[in-house]
Nanobody, 115 residues
Framework: QVQLVESGGGLLQAGGSLRLSCAAS????????MGWYRQAPGKQRDLVAT???????NDVDSVKGRFTISRNNAKNTVYLQMGSLKPEDTAVYYC?????????WGQGTQVTVSS
């Protein structure tokens, strides 16, 4: 189990960019998959992007071409670079680390995009 701490959220205008960071309390090298979910007010938590131990990435259609996920194993950190932000990207963004039998979650970081 690792503790995950997100940072980098904030308030910005549409069209802007932001980079979220997810710092783990321990090594992420062996974690099979890490990534980001988001939850808008009154809605369910939805997957945004995933990166595997081998570096393969996958993201949802709504963020393709705008968001990029990456990981730095040496820093035990996963990043979400977000660009061309839209008001509909407003949500709490949660980092996760998924193993075979368990998933760890961060506490979330708020991203608010104004029009």
């Amino acid at each position: 189990q690792v503790q995950l701490v997100e940072s980098g959220g904030g308030l910005l205008q549409a069209g802007g960019s932001l980079r979220l960071s997810c710092a783990a309390s321990g090594s992420i090298f062996s974690i099979p998959a890490m990534g980001w979910y988001r939850q808008a007010p009154g809605k369910q938590r939805d997957l945004v992007a995933t990166i595997t131990r081998g570096g393969s990435t996958n993201d949802v259609d709504s963020v393709k071409g705008r968001f990029t996920i990456s990981r730095n194993n040496a820093k035990n950190t996963v990043y979400l670079q977000m660009g061309s932000l839209k008001p509909e990207d407003t949500a709490v963004y949660y980092c996760y680390a998924r193993r075979l039998r368990s998933t760890d979650w961060g506490q979330g970081t708020q991203v608010t995009v104004s029009s």
